[in-house]
């Protein structure tokens, strides 16, 4: 039996019993098999004949509906070529870094003039969502309650046990979210396009007849990357500084040589990971590691436990930024279903970290006051303390 909140406390031990012992072990309590070896990670996520996203057993699929995460082939194809452009390292860096760079010191603005302050509720979660409110074109005004539906969209996408509280709760909040979407689109349409609108909405809504995707898949699809867009990126942030405050001398190297941000955050994914596991569902009946696995079964692809395989990195457990193979790690997943906002969500927290060590000389988590790391599906401080010199 897994102690589900062992588990959230602490998954790595778990993972290493799991990868030793039993590389596809069933989870009775979540009713799904645990995939744990890198190796059977990456097959899995990268076999899309034996193991698809979008089932009713999806809670991706149960709280947005259907939308590229929630779909294989063609059409995950069509939307994900829709949002692409948006996602390329010369769109971020020429129509969002330097917004994020705003966004970031207005943030350290606010509270600059003291010497600590709760990092999570007044900086890391609120970035990501006045950079989505950017992307997409949105008022920054509507902050607030997108910062509070996104906390259901957390809970009811991490419901494994399927609470009908958080299930309807999710669902709820994601229908007020569409219509949010769909008012901005629908003002959008009654006014003369601006060729220097170049948000996301208006783009995928100025679209060619024969490229242009329905108001309701731009909504829904809205939906995924929003949340996608902020859960990561507030953790990365969280995370990074958790773990080099762990490590003074290499965070004292960071301060000195911010170009080595890269690297910390790359070794952040891999050991600790802002998203754990990537749920797939059996397609067609196969076997793994002499496990059927059949037709309807649920696959949680554990990132996290992948990305501490020692077959893979040599002392796993071990914070290392200077890494040789800290490419080979998937926190972002693998194949078709690869992260799309990947690299916008390495841009924001680069860009957090630059300017946070630039603005606050010093600048590091208090470690008696943090608490968690926790979580085994999404998994970051629920709040964390930061201390700075001052002037």
Same mark, same amino acid.
């Given at each position: ?15 290493a019993? %799991?990868?030793?012992? @039993? ?11 645990f ?24 809670? /991706? ?6 939308? %590229?995460m929630t ?9 994900? =070529?829709?949002h ?7 769109t971020?860096?020429?129509?969002? +870094? ?11 603005d606010?509270?600059?003039? +003291?010497?600590?302050?709760? !990092? ?6 609120r *970035?990501?969502? !006045?950079? %989505? ?6 008022? *920054? +005004?509507? @902050?607030?309650?997108l910062? $509070?539906?996104?906390?259901?969209? @957390?809970?009811?996408?991490?419901n ?8 309807a709760?999710? &669902? ?5 979210f569409?219509?949010?979407?769909q008012?901005?689109?629908? /003002? ?12 996301? *909405?208006a ?6 007849? $024969?490229?242009?995707?329905?108001? @309701?898949?731009?909504?829904?699809? /809205? *939906?995924?990357?929003?949340? #996608? #867009?902020?859960?990561?990126? $507030? ?26 941000i ?7 994914? =891999? ?32 990132l ?22 800290l ?7 693998? #194949? ?9 969500? =390495?841009a924001? /927290?680069?860009?957090?970290l ?8 010093g600048l ?6 943090? +608490?968690?790391p926790?979580?085994?599906?999404? &998994?970051?401080?629920?709040?964390a ?7």
């Amino acid at each position: 039996m897994i102690d589900l909140v062992e588990l959230a406390r602490d998954p790595y031990p778990i993972y290493a019993t %799991m990868r030793e012992n @039993e590389p596809v072990c069933y989870v009775p309590e979540l009713k799904m098999y645990f995939v744990t070896r890198y190796v059977d990670v990456t097959a899995v996520l990268q076999d899309t004949e034996h193991y698809i996203v979008g089932t009713e057993r999806s809670t /991706a699929f149960d709280t947005f509906g259907e939308h %590229m995460m929630t779909l294989e082939g063609e059409r995950h194809d069509a939307y994900k =070529r829709a949002h692409q452009p948006f996602f390329l390292p010369a769109t971020i860096r020429d129509n969002l +870094e330097a917004e994020i760079r705003d966004h970031a010191n207005h943030l350290i603005d606010g509270f600059a003039d +003291e010497r600590e302050v709760e !990092l999570r509720a007044t900086f890391a979660s609120r *970035l990501p969502v !006045l950079t %989505m409110l950017s992307m997409f074109g949105l008022a *920054l +005004e509507e @902050e607030p309650r997108l910062r $509070e539906w996104y906390d259901s969209f @957390e809970k009811a996408l991490s419901n494994f046990t399927w609470d009908k509280t958080i299930r309807a709760q999710g &669902r709820e909040n994601a229908a007020r979210f569409m219509a949010l979407i769909q008012r901005y689109l629908d /003002a959008l349409r009654s006014t003369t396009p601006s060729p220097d609108d170049s948000s996301l *909405l208006a783009t995928l809504l100025n679209a060619p007849d $024969e490229e242009r995707l329905s108001d @309701e898949t731009i909504c829904r699809n /809205a *939906l995924i990357i929003f949340f #996608g #867009g902020i859960s990561t990126v $507030e953790a990365l942030i969280l995370n990074s500084l958790y773990a080099l405050s762990l490590k003074p001398a290499t965070l004292a190297r960071l301060r000195e040589n911010t170009t080595l941000i890269t690297q910390a955050m790359n070794e952040t994914i =891999r050991w600790l990971g802002p998203v754990q596991s990537a749920t797939r569902h059996v397609a067609k009946q196969t076997e793994l590691h002499g496990v059927t696995l059949r037709k309807g079964h649920t696959v949680n692809c554990m990132l996290a436990a992948a990305n501490h395989d020692p077959a893979v990195f040599a002392d796993p457990n071990t914070f290392d930024i200077d890494r040789e193979n800290l490419q080979q790690q998937i926190g972002f997943a693998v #194949g078709p279903h690869h992260c799309l906002g990947s690299r916008l969500a =390495r841009a924001e /927290a680069r860009i957090a970290l630059e300017q946070l060590f630039e603005r606050l000389p010093g600048l590091r988590l208090d470690i008696g006051r943090v +608490e968690g790391p926790c979580g085994y599906e999404f &998994r970051q401080p629920t709040s964390a303390v930061a201390v700075w010199a001052g002037d």
